[in-house]
T-cell receptor, first 117, second 112 residues
Framework: GAVVSQHPSWVICKSGTSVKIECRSL??????MFWYRQFPKQSLMLMAT?????????EQGVEKDKFLINHASLTLSTLTVTSAHPEDSSFYIC?????????????FGSGTRLTVV | GESVGLHLPTLSVQEGDNSIINCAYS??????FIWYKQESGKGPQFIID?????DKRQGQRVTVLLNKTVKHLSLQIAATQPGDSAVYFC???????????FGKGTTLSVSS
């Protein structure tokens, strides 16, 4: 089945630094990837939709200059949290879409726990 | 905006019981619905899906029911096991291929 690898699984960084999270589709081409953020005991909140080769579409309230998304290939999307602050500490999850399946096959990564100190 | 909500935040059952987790959605135009299971510290795991042109779909020990009249979705888990303990989310897609919108989640706790 479709597999999405997300790396790193956890990261601790100092306030003011930047962190990059990678999301890779291992056995299919993901023309579209979605990035979500999840705070403790809350649901997944969509941050942005990333289409290969074009600029990401951000949800209302998500700062595009702070959360940089790059989707340069059909198997890799990256989310960079720039100038991280403690309030950015969260669980970040990517989802890749496999357009080859009838239901567009949303496949989720295992998530990245970001802690900003 | 559109959102998918849940009726109950927690559900506690005994091992072997059947579990029913409910979800209400707000957009009658939603085309595709998915139930996910999420264990602590992990990404969502696909359980079962259903399209808007169906009202019932069965999998292994799980059944999803869709009532478009009242915009209600439910997940039934038969013979619930301790390994089923997790948070369950319903999600909807307004159009095929668009982003999933997640509900708040129900924590299922199974005691043996």
């Amino acid at each position: 089945g479709a597999v999405v690898s997300q790396h790193p699984s956890w990261v601790i960084c100092k306030s003011g630094t930047s962190v990059k999270i990678e999301c890779r589709s291992l056995d299919f081409q993901a023309t579209t990837m979605f990035w979500y953020r999840q705070f403790p005991k809350q649901s997944l909140m969509l941050m942005a939709t990333s289409n290969e080769g074009s600029k990401a579409t951000y949800e209302q309230g998500v700062e595009k200059d702070k959360f940089l998304i790059n989707h340069a290939s059909l198997t890799l999307s990256t989310l960079t949290v720039t100038s991280a602050h403690p309030e950015d500490s969260s669980f970040y999850i990517c989802s890749a879409m496999d357009r080859a399946t009838a239901n567009y096959g949303y496949t989720f990564g295992s998530g990245t726990r970001l802690t900003v100190v | 905006g559109e959102s998918v909500g849940l009726h109950l935040p927690t559900l506690s059952v005994q091992e072997g019981d059947n579990s029913i987790i409910n979800c209400a959605y707000s957009n009658s135009a939603s085309d595709y619905f998915i139930w996910y299971k999420q264990e602590s510290g992990k990404g969502p795991q696909f359980i079962i899906d259903i399209r808007s042109n169906m009202d019932k779909r069965q999998g292994q020990r799980v059944t999803v029911l869709l009532n478009k009249t009242v915009k209600h979705l439910s997940l039934q888990i038969a013979a619930t096991q301790p390994g089923d303990s997790a948070v369950y989310f319903c999600a909807e897609s307004l159009q095929a291929g668009t982003a999933l919108i997640f509900g708040k989640g129900t924590t299922l706790s199974v005691s043996s």
